[in-house]
């Protein structure tokens, strides 16, 4: 089994920045891309970003350009680095690692921008 802890989460105002960390354990083996998810009250769960596992990075439009998502194998931890943070960026953040039989999800770790 795979668990996974996001971290990172808080308060910031429009404009502020957080870095957002997921932490894997267990048969981290069987990891090889790992997106990271998000979801407002009352919206749809939507795609942020993802990265495999030879560095390979994507994003949804909403964020290109302000969001970068990285990774430390060594360290198992994918990072989400949130930069010119607005109100429509708050959300509960979920990393979502598809396994070999499974796909495992961190409990999230909620964002809150205030304008």
């Known amino acids: 089994q795979v668990q996974l802890v996001e971290s990172g989460g808080g308060l910031v105002q429009a404009g502020g920045s957080l870095r957002l960390s997921c932490a894997a354990s267990g048969s981290v083996f069987s990891i090889n891309t790992v997106l990271w998810h998000r979801q407002a009250p009352g919206k749809r769960r939507e795609l942020v970003a993802g990265?495999?596992?030879?560095?390979?990075?994507n994003y949804a439009v909403s964020v290109k350009g302000r969001f970068t998502i990285s990774r430390d194998n060594a360290k198992n931890t994918v990072y989400l680095q949130l930069n010119s943070l607005k109100p429509e960026d708050t959300a509960v953040y979920y990393c979502n690692a598809p396994g070999r039989t499974s796909d495992y999800w961190g409990q999230g770790t909620q964002v809150t921008v205030s304008s």
């Open positions: 990265i495999t596992s030879d560095g390979s990075a």
